[in-house]
């Protein structure tokens, strides 16, 4: 079959470089887990470097003509090729409870709702390793104080140690982006349970960040907080002032208020 041709609707770009195909590979440190989920394959750059370590490789592809492809090109692939969107699928259809990591080049323009997703199955995650557009690898990886920081920093880095790896240049896709790339990669910290209600939590840094150059005495009006808990200092920053743990205390102190 001829190769596939990157779909513009769908934010394929395709990596050319063996290299860096490898490299993303390497960053996975197979610890914790027997199997490992590709978003977004493509013509399998990347998968056949998976294919050469000692764990199971699924992948999942939503464009029929890739999924033509990788079953024509790779038969170790036989039965693991999930032709479906991540963003709607059931995982657990395949992984049925068990612990799995995730890598891909994704989709530029999908790329934060997949690491949303991911999150929703973080129990079953202990790692997640990829190629971002470079300033959404960069703000997932960011610390506090910085236009960058914000709901997916603290979100992500609730659960995760997260490190930017390197920048990939634009010149080795096809179609080449107009923008640089970035590899990080997500560990998942041995206390990922947080000491607060979760979904409060996500509340919280949602609303915080949605008006994020106001203090949080403004921006978390919408939570009905009481007149005493609202004279606390902490209101008096802005979101971007509060790292990950003081936003798990600020969960707590509304918790406790009755929230």
Avoid: W
Avoid at 182 to 201: D, N
């Amino acid at each position: 079959m001829e190769k596939v041709k990157a779909k513009k609707h769908l934010g394929q770009h395709f990596l050319k470089d063996e290299s860096i195909a490898k490299d993303i590979a390497d960053t996975l440190n197979l610890e914790g887990y027997d199997d490992v989920l590709e978003i977004g394959p493509g013509m399998g750059v990347l998968t056949k470097y998976l294919l050469d370590k000692p764990i199971n490789t699924y992948v999942i592809e939503i464009d029929t003509e890739s999924v033509t492809y990788l079953d024509e090109n790779y038969p170790k692939l036989k039965d693991k090729i999930i032709s479906k969107d991540f963003l709607k699928y059931n995982i657990n259809e395949i992984f049925e409870g068990k612990q799995f990591a995730i890598i891909g080049n994704f989709p530029y323009n999908i790329s934060t709702q997949i690491v949303f997703r991911a999150l929703e199955y973080r129990n079953q995650i202990p790692e997640f390793a990829g190629m971002f557009q470079k300033e959404v690898a960069q703000r997932i990886c960011e610390k506090k104080g910085t236009k960058a920081y914000g709901i997916l920093s603290v979100l992500v880095q609730a659960f995760y140690d997260a490190e930017y790896l390197f920048t990939v240049d634009e010149n080795v896709f096809i179609p080449p982006p107009k923008v640089k790339s970035g590899v990080l990669r997500l560990r998942r910290k041995k206390e990922y349970s947080l000491p607060c209600g979760e979904k409060l939590f996500f509340t919280v840094v949602k609303t915080a960040f949605q008006q994020r150059r106001k203090t949080l005495r403004n921006s978390l009006k919408t939570l009905n907080l009481s007149d005493s808990l609202r004279e606390d200092t902490v209101f008096d920053l802005r979101p971007e002032q509060l790292n990950v743990e003081q936003f798990i205390e600020l969960t707590q102190k509304i918790e406790a208020d009755g929230v």
